[in-house]
């Protein structure tokens, strides 16, 4: 019933920025912690952020940690992503996940949105 809906992805040069949305339909316990994740052509699904509604809790995966920022908008029960410093292999399809639970496993999160592509041209 939980429902998330990405925008933002597209594609931008390396050194650029770009800004990823994720609206959640719900603000509940079972979407108390809010993630973001990617998974590039023949990868793995990796963690990249993620944050708690109350308290501000945040953490990074190694490889975008200095250069991503998530931060929340309580009033539209919105997680952004905020991509800095993008180079050409974070391109990828990145999810938003919804759970009740700081995890940092994909299998872990309950909710998930569709996905929005992101390409770093060099």
């Known amino acids: 019933q939980v429902q998330l809906v990405e925008s933002g992805g597209g594609l931008v040069q390396a050194g650029g920025s770009l800004r990823l949305s994720c609206e959640a339909s719900e603000r509940t316990v079972r979407t108390y912690v809010m993630a973001w994740f990617r998974q590039a052509p023949g990868k793995e699904r990796e963690f990249v952020a993620l944050i708690n509604w109350t308290g501000g809790t945040t953490d990074y995966g190694d490889s975008v940690k200095g250069r991503f920022t998530i931060s929340r908008d309580n009033a539209k029960i919105t997680v952004y992503l905020q991509m800095n410093s993008l180079k050409p292999e974070d391109t990828a399809v990145y999810y938003c996940?919804?759970?009740?639970?700081?995890?940092?496993?994909?299998?872990?999160?309950?909710?998930w949105g569709q996905g929005t592509q992101v390409t770093v041209s060099s």
């Open positions: 996940a919804a759970g009740s639970n700081i995890n940092y496993s994909p299998r872990l999160y309950p909710f």
